[in-house]
């Protein structure tokens, strides 16, 4: 039976530490460096994060069960020979493994949940097709589920790629370029979105013993073997945002979150500059970081949101919460993620009557029309970051209800039972 949430906060002053998971995000990196470097780089503090978790059963053999929400288990592809790769829901093991098993010898299937084959991942299939990869679709063009049959023979070390669509399309031929016996020289068309999310790949991929070049809108990387070393997956700056926005909605706050650091490689930690325009300071010291906030008032009314786009909903929800009618742009991607985010934003908030209205591709919050209702029922669509960047709207609304209270599992497991520690009254309710 799904469970529900219920979240009530009647205390406006937070004052706590809080320990946060590792990164998702670099924890799907390492763990795909680890499996191509044939045992010479070991990862270090795995996320419990439940995309890492099943990337990691994945590629180290040991995978335990389909994701509960998979929509693989139908008769077409139980009955065929090759080896099912179930991801469920998780976008970032999608991509990855499609190149990484676009070069291995083994025929495989990768599927997912009914959204993920709603999810394009024709543009990344195109270029590995290009390079010599044998990859063939399953049920629709451009969409997973997919076959990958092995016997890879690379035919160009060359290929040309769409920097706006997503981030993980190039970080997942850069995870495979040091693998391919002519390397790759990637050229990024048009401008690049989530660019730190590449330079993250690229970091730790150079950790590894991988070197690069990227000169212009061409990166390229050369045959070479990995090193033997290992990659510590730094806590999730992700999951610190929703901290952050808990800060900006509270009358008082100072909280301590361990384990983060100034020099992180993670694009999300511009959350530490993104808040400080909500009163937010960020002291690094102690082995993390010290949250205070400053009441003062709001000046900045246009955030571009383009190479963080994982924090959109938490900075969009803030701004409504306080009336700060402010405008986004940067947010193309959003509508291909866990759900179409951009939707889901505008329907969730309109049941406090905020809208969010789009016109030539920047959004702006009106709150002319905004109440507070005494009992709200947020919608999750399957997506983690829904839950987690409404749920900091306890602190100015009553009551809340957020529908399927594990969807926070994907990245922060921890995350409700991290609001019952910090003093927020939370309840499960059978749906």
């Avoid at 139980?78 to 499609?98: H, Q, W, Y």
């Avoid at 990344?124 to 023979?153: C, H, M, Q, S, T």
């Amino acid at each position: 039976m799904m469970q529900n949430i219920i979240l009530k906060r009647n205390n406006k002053i937070v004052n706590g530490t809080v320990n946060l998971t590792g990164s998702k995000s670099e924890c799907n990196r390492a763990l795909i460096i680890e499996a191509l470097s044939e045992g010479k780089v070991k990862v270090e503090n795995v996320s419990d994060a439940a995309d890492a978790v099943l990337l990691s059963g994945i590629l180290r053999g040991n995978q335990e069960a389909v994701p509960a929400d998979s929509a693989a288990n139908n008769s077409e592809i139980e009955n065929c020979k090759s080896e099912i790769v179930d991801i469920g829901p998780a976008g970032t093991a999608m991509r990855f493994l499609t190149a990484y098993y676009a070069i291995q010898e083994d025929e495989v299937i990768l599927t997912g949940s009914k959204r993920m084959k709603e999810r394009p991942i024709g543009i990344l299939v195109d270029a590995l097709r290009v390079l010599g990869a044998n990859i063939d679709y399953e049920e629709n063009d451009g969409y997973p589920p997919i076959k990958l049959k092995g016997g890879f023979k690379q035919q160009t070390g060359k290929i040309n790629i769409k920097g706006n669509i997503s981030s993980q399309y190039i970080t997942a031929l850069l995870l495979i370029a040091a693998r391919l016996p002519l390397g790759l020289e990637l050229h990024i068309e048009g401008e690049l979105t989530s660019r730190p999310y590449v330079e993250m790949t690229l970091t730790m991929l150079e950790t590894s013993g991988i070197k690069h070049t990227w000169e212009g809108n061409v990166i390229a990387i050369s045959n070479q073997e990995f090193k033997t070393t290992s990659l510590y997956v730094e806590p999730d700056w992700s999951a610190a945002s929703y901290w952050y926005a808990i800060a900006a909605l509270a009358n008082e706050a100072e909280l301590f979150l361990t384990g983060l650091t100034p020099y992180s490689l993670q694009g999300d930690s511009v959350i530490t500059e993104l808040m400080a325009n909500f009163g937010i300071t960020s002291q690094f010291k102690d082995g993390g970081v010290h949250l205070k906030k400053e009441n003062k008032p709001i000046s900045r009314r246009e955030f571009d949101l383009k190479e963080c786009p994982d924090l959109a909903q938490t900075v969009i929800v803030v701004c409504a919460a306080l009336n700060h009618e402010a405008s986004f742009t940067g947010l193309e991607t959003l509508k291909i993620k866990e759900t179409d985010r951009i939707l889901a934003l505008q329907t969730e908030l309109a049941k406090m009557g905020v809208k969010l209205i789009e016109k030539d591709e920047v959004y702006t919050l009106d709150c002319s029309g905004k109440f507070i209702p005494e009992n709200i029922f947020i919608n999750t669509y399957h997506d983690h970051r829904m839950a987690m960047a409404f749920a900091p709207l306890a602190l100015v609304l009553p009551q809340m209800e957020f529908e399927n209270g594990p969807v926070v599992d994907k990245s922060y497991p921890a995350f409700w039972n991290d609001l019952k520690k910090q003093g927020f009254e939370v309840e499960e309710k059978e749906a």
